[in-house]
């Protein structure tokens, strides 16, 4: 097929020997098939900024930490260079993502080269040596299901372990390899403890995974696993390790304000009473 454009430079440097075809069209990127020597690896081309098609970005972006004060002024006052800077966070944050990851034992594609919006990666294939299937794509047995929800709910305790959340997970963003499910799709990832939405984009991405799991194994639906690991993470219980039951009692008890009120106020005139005590002196 004809080289695009933006391969071209990777195809000039030696990086990239083959474009095979296009893979598929996103809403952020083009992926390519692309053959590197010996190696067939996918080529996933970043679409610029006005011609992605990624909802509230900025949501995503909240929280992510620059480089340095000159990229952070350039950033918030939208020259030239900031909105280049901003397209290379975004790229970055998906390498990043994809390596911190794979060491924290979730299967992601494993990176090669991200270079002029290019990221350069495994290719998921299945058992045949043929491109992976999305999870939307296929039927799964009842116990299947089962078995392929409790590892998506361990990888996502292992993502928020290692502080990050997808934001962006569902049955679209998950390839289906021979030895089960791989997440995709990561440059939204957020930081867990620095980004304001964490927790509803948190609850959202296991919900939908929840929902479509729950086609095939009709006893998930109705779980609260998304309540369940929130909860233990916000009490520092959480582990890689953490035994989850789908179940979470939310406290029914009322916040009692004139309590709290009451105590500000003794603790106000506890300091004043010292404030006069000193005066006195």
Known sequence: MKIPKRLQPLVDDGLIDDVIRR???????????VRCGNDIRCAKVYKEADKRNFKQA?????G???????DARAMSKGSRFGRQQQEEAWQNTEVDALH??????????????????????????????????????ITLEPAQALADHALMMNYAVRMLCAGLVHGDLSEFNVLMDKNGPVIIDLPQVVDAAANNHAKSMFERDINNMTQYYGQFAPQLLGSKYAKEIWALYQEGKLTPESTLTGHYQESSKSAD?????????????????????????
Do not use: W
């Not at 900025?58 to 909240?62: G, K, L, M």
């Not at 930490?65 to 000159?70: A, E, F, H, L, P």
């Not at 309590?259 to 006195?280: F, P």
């Open 23 to 33: 893979l598929k069209s996103g809403k952020e990127a083009d992926v390519f098939i």
């Open 100 to 137: 911190l990851l794979a060491k924290a034992g979730v299967r992601v594609p494993q990176p090669d080269i991200c270079l002029d919006g290019v990221l350069l990666m495994e290719l998921i294939t299945d058992e045949e040596g043929l491109v992976a299937p999305r999870l939307s794509d």
């Open 58 to 62: 900025v949501h995503y972006q909240e």
């Open 257 to 281: 304000v004139g309590s709290v009120l009451d105590e500000i106020q003794a603790a106000s005139d506890a300091y004043q009473r010292q404030q006069m005590a000193r005066n006195e002196e």
């Open 64 to 70: 992510r930490k620059v480089r340095n004060s000159r």
